[in-house]
């Protein structure tokens, strides 16, 4: 990025909560039900039907809201938000226009060791739409579309951040960390890939030093965080090229083409809709007591940056590891409880960040859905410890463990893996490798250290791998005293 | 006397005493519409098998010596805004001509359990939206007291069919009048309850803050015994409250001693018809002399009424029938050759003139700018018309006035002016906007014989009061000494 301009970006954030009924009825929101098979006259907006507010859903996002600093509003209330759109049933979304549920949020992100707050402006409940599906390949060319109203109605929070941002990288970190809170509190999936978040980014350039905002442009159709980045890079250069040229951002909202890597334009401000917003009078204002704000945030869980502090002070982890282990909830959870049964926390690092990772991800699994417990690990460094095998056998014990979950040590023991530490079972090998290389045994007497290291190997290759290194050793330079 | 020109109440303790069996009574007022509503034309379905097999339960009840609830065995009938499942539910809108909607609206429901067969559904204004059900997509209703004269409305069909004997009673929707001004027009009782007192969960909306649901009966009590059994919280409409209720039929004494009673002097102001301001006047004069206290009070935003619903009313009906898009229900134009024009020519086709102009006037109350000036100042002017009747109610306990101007009009004579037509609405509208209590009770006829209402307004919640008082004026009226002559065609509604 040039010298001569400041970036300056802002997200909204959807997420869908993980609640077990819509937003304003009754309806399940399980993922994957036979289309229209989760709707009823409220999410259908038959004529007459009334929505009634779910209050879990207004539990979650208060939980939301908490966890992402916020401070939560006492009153709120529900709008309508009008446009025409065959997935939308009521040809309005209901949402919240002017008095959101939460306000005055902060995240803290972590940027090429640099830390930064990035300020929430608000967080406000609304309702899912349901989902077209062409008989084509897109709209323009079907000949006729369906509607699935199944998701129609399932509660989104949105999470508006402040333009805070000033780099893509920045943005990127910014949603981890989102993510990862998010994920924390359990409120949302948060998988992108199902839609369950989504995001739209603001993006306008300013002559550094300026304290004006440029026109900023809104990004659609980000499918990915490597994408919102990607797509922020992309605009940056686009609109820096522009102002070279003197020539003048318009305010629109631009689409981002995964596959050409551009964005180009969609609809013009003056295109946009006006959505009439107004109070929904189907609807009571939302009220929330402080007894039920505390009553969430008593049940908060422990946060990413709570814990990364945490896991350093109490485990006497390096940043770096804690940080990755503090990633996911589950991935953090496993730590904690492989060591209380096996205390060395670094080891324990190096085993889920190295060999742990490495079998999940070739297997495209996440770590709480395979095989490999803090009770099975703990149990393999344990064998490693006590000299049962070697770090070299407990790579393939853990491959074992991993692909069918049996426990470390009956795989050591049908394998074979076991090392030998018997003496007197390896004194005879030993005498026997002397008595069958003399020309070594010279060499190692006259001083050659080299010829230890092969009469070692010689041993090893005896007993498969199996003989234990450090008494080999020992017993070789006994004899050959 | 007949069975259809019973009341509920007297039926009610015809069927307990045996003297008649609830199919008889349903038989009777299933006749009556065969032969009379060929000319009212109070209806857009009829439901004879739905009602027989109510009847015959009830009967099999009666046999097993069973108790009954209060309105077991009384046929009536809902305006066509109300959903019930597998009967359409048209809003007399070619929109949802074909429309049947798959649940019943919770107020159905809860007739159901009273066990009181369904006659079928009213004609209306297309959804709701009129004063004279001339605005109905498919037909006018007539008014019993003279055919050539409108019903008014838009709860026309339920009150003509009452006054007509072809229910012996219905429900409304009342969103600036819809309820009271047709129950004047045609002689009977409209109640208008207080909002969040009933139910609104199922019943099509026109502006969701101010569409009110009540009964149209015969008499003061039947008004009772029906609101006893629809009112209350239901978790389905959020905006209903969680207050006990009463027994409405504990109000029902014909004493007003000590009772405060106001007359606003806005209602009484010009365009109030001389013979009707009169017969007012006298029957406060009665009530003065039974005991009452009479005080003159003001309403002082009073005419600021009509700009402030008109606003509030469009809006909201703008918002409300964005849905019918011909997307998933109703009707749907063929002509168009993609979405955008679909939804253009659908609303285009299956709209009434009224409704077209209540949804451009509602969009641009609403739109960017525009919001502030109009939607946002007619709500505060709206919190200024709640403190008005707040202050009223400081000086007396219920308010009384003509229920409208002028009687029945001859059809034809104003649907062309909107602007008329919203002057009869001026003294129904301030109850809606102030979500409080109002009834119409039958306050006298004209030289010409068409009947007047005489309209009681108490404060929040207090449809008690309302209920005594309008109880001591019916006693002191007797409106029922006369009935709407009609001719007895015959043949099929
Ligand atoms: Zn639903």
Known sequence: ?481 | MSLFDRTAHELGEMLRRREVSAVEVTEAVLKRVESVDPVVKAYLTTTPELARAMARAVDSRLQRGEELPPLAGIPMGLKDNFSTTGVRTTCASKMLEHYVPPFDCTVYQKLMHQMSPLIGKHNMDEFAMGSSTETSAFFPTHNPWDLERVPGGSSGGSAAAVAAGEAIFALGTDTGGSIRQPAAFCGVVGLKPTYGRVSRSGVVPFASSLDHIGPITKTVTDAALVLNAIAGHDPGDSTTVKREVPDYTSFLKDDVRGLRIGLPQEFFAEGLDPEIKEGIFATVKQLEAAGAQVVEVSLPHAQATEAVYYLVASAECSSNLARYDGVRFGYRSSTAPDVQTMYKHTRGEAFGLMVKRRILLGTYALITGNYDVYYRKAMQVRTLIVRDFERAFEQCDVLISSTTPTPAYKMGEKSKDPVALALSDLFTIPANLAAIPAISVPGGYTKEGLPYGLQIMGPAFGEGRVLQVAYTVEKLVDARQRKPELPEKGGVA
Request: aromatic share 8%.
């Open chain 1, 1 to 481: 990025m040039s010298q001569k301009y400041e970036t300056v970006i802002g997200l909204e954030v959807h997420a869908e909560l993980r609640t077990d009924s819509k937003l304003f009825c009754g309806c399940s929101t399980k993922f994957g039900a036979d289309p229209n098979g989760q709707t009823c006259p409220v999410c259908l907006g038959m004529p007459g039907a009334l929505p009634v507010l779910n209050k879990k859903a207004v539990d979650y996002a208060i939980e939301a809201g908490l966890a992402l600093n916020c401070e939560i509003q006492e009153y709120s209330k529900f709008d309508r938000k009008h446009y025409f759109y065959p997935d939308l049933p009521k040809a309005y979304q209901c949402s919240q226009f002017d008095f959101p549920l939460c306000k005055n949020g902060k995240v803290t992100i972590h940027v090429n060791g640099v830390t930064k707050d990035i300020g929430i402006n608000r967080i406000h409940l609304e309702e899912e739409a349901g989902k077209s599906v062409h008989s084509g390949d897109n709209i323009l060319g079907s000949d006729y579309s369906l509607e699935d109203f199944n998701r129609g109605g399932i509660p989104l929070i949105e999470i508006v951040s402040e333009p805070d941002m000033r780099s893509p990288e920045e943005a990127y970190a910014y949603l981890t960390t989102l993510k990862s809170i998010l994920q924390y509190t359990g409120v949302s999936d948060c998988k992108m890939e199902e839609g369950s978040l989504r995001c739209d980014a603001n993006i306008s350039l300013r002559p550094v030093g300026s304290t004006e905002f440029g026109t900023k442009v809104e990004l659609k159709n980000l499918n990915s965080f490597r994408a919102v980045q990607k797509a922020l890079e992309y605009e940056q250069q686009r609109q820096a090229r522009l102002l070279d040229k003197g020539e003048p951002i318009i305010q629109e909202t631009r689409h981002w083409d995964e596959t050409t890597g551009k964005t180009h334009s969609m609809r013009t401000k003056e295109q946009a809709d006006d959505y009439r917003y107004f109070p929904d009078p189907d609807l009571v204002p939302l009220i929330v007591s402080p007894e039920w704000i505390e009553e969430v945030r008593a049940r908060l869980p422990e946060l990413p940056p709570a814990k990364f502090e945490r896991f350093v002070r109490e485990y006497g982890l390096p940043e770096y590891d804690a940080n990755l282990i503090i990633a996911t909830k589950a991935q953090a959870d496993f730590f904690e409880a492989t060591v209380a049964l096996y205390n060395d926390p670094k080891t324990v690092s190096n085993w889920m960040m190295g060999e742990l990772t490495r079998l999940l991800k070739t297997s495209g699994q996440e770590i709480e859905d395979c095989k490999v417990t803090p009770e099975l690990l703990a149990k393999l460094l344990t064998l490693v410890d006590n000299g049962t095998i070697s770090g070299t056998a407990a790579k393939s014990v853990l491959e074992e463990v991993f692909a069918t979950g049996k426990d470390p040590e009956l795989i050591v023991q049908e394998k074979g893996l076991a090392q030998i530490s018997d003496t007197a079972e390896l004194e005879k090998i030993v005498a026997a490798v002397i008595a069958a290389n003399p020309a070594s045994v010279e060499d190692y007497r006259n001083g050659k250290d080299k010829a230890l290291g092969f009469l070692v190997g010689q041993v090893m290759k005896e007993t498969k791998g199996r003989a234990n290194p450090k008494l080999v050793n020992e017993l070789l330079r006994k004899q050959l005293s």
